[in-house]
């Protein structure tokens, strides 16, 4: 079974359009986050809720909009894409925000 | 604000050799550190993870050790082999953040 799994794996698209992405986990923890990984293989974060109620927002545009129907989903939401969101994100999970966190194995977004 | 620093950021060797991974971090009041393997297309598998009043861990071939007053800790492989071959990530954990290092690329040939 997987622990984090996200949809799609791989995501091209144009610029301008409006995508998603989606997470779920099954370990039962309260807390997921997004990450970014950047063309140097450097990964930051970019969102963090605890179950269900946004506790990190670092600076992003507000394009990007994450959104938690419940404590096991955490779908990531971006609007107006632009060719610079080009990159692998990652989605995890931790039982608390300072625990071991499991990822997900990412997604390669393509603008084109 | 907390700076995750890893040397080297390459490195290949032969099959047998004991490794060590360096990472360095700017700001001593953390949780935990954790180190990760990250394999192209499989995304991110914990190693070790050492708590803040922890001086090391250790699992199978891998020992993990932490010194919060150098600001250091070192991921120590032994007897490398090929299936470790991949990127590690060391992780510190401020508050309520996951601050990534740098990584190294490890690269072990037969």
């Known amino acids: 079974d997987t622990a984090v799994s996200q949809t799609p794996k791989y995501l091209v698209t144009q610029m301008g359009n409006d995508k998603s992405i989606k997470c779920e986990q099954n370990l039962g923890h309260d807390t997921m986050y997004w990450y970014k990984q950047d063309s140097k293989k450097f990964l930051k974060i970019m969102f963090s809720y605890n179950n269900k109620e946004l506790i990190i927002n670092e600076t992003v545009p507000n394009r990007f909009s994450p959104k938690s129907p419940d404590k096991a989903h955490l779908n990531l939401h971006i609007n107006s894409l632009e060719l610079g969101d080009s990159a692998v994100y990652f989605c995890?999970?931790?039982?608390?925000?300072?625990?071991?966190?499991?990822f997900g194995q990412g997604t390669r977004l393509t603008v084109v | 604000k907390q700076e995750v620093t890893q040397i080297p950021a390459a490195l290949s060797v032969p099959e047998g050799e004991n490794l060590v991974l360096n990472c360095s971090f700017t700001d001593s009041a953390i949780y935990n550190l954790q180190w990760f393997r990250q394999d192209p297309g499989k995304g991110l598998t914990s190693l070790l993870l050492i708590q803040s009043s922890q001086r090391e861990q250790t699992s199978g071939r891998l020992n993990a050790s932490l010194d919060k007053s150098s600001g250091r800790s070192t991921l120590y492989i032994a007897a490398s082999q090929p299936g470790d071959s991949a990127t590690y990530l060391c992780v510190s954990s401020n508050t309520d953040k996951l601050i990534f290092g740098t990584g190294t690329r490890l690269q072990v040939f037969p």
């Open positions: 995890a999970s931790s039982q608390e925000a300072i625990q071991v966190a499991f």
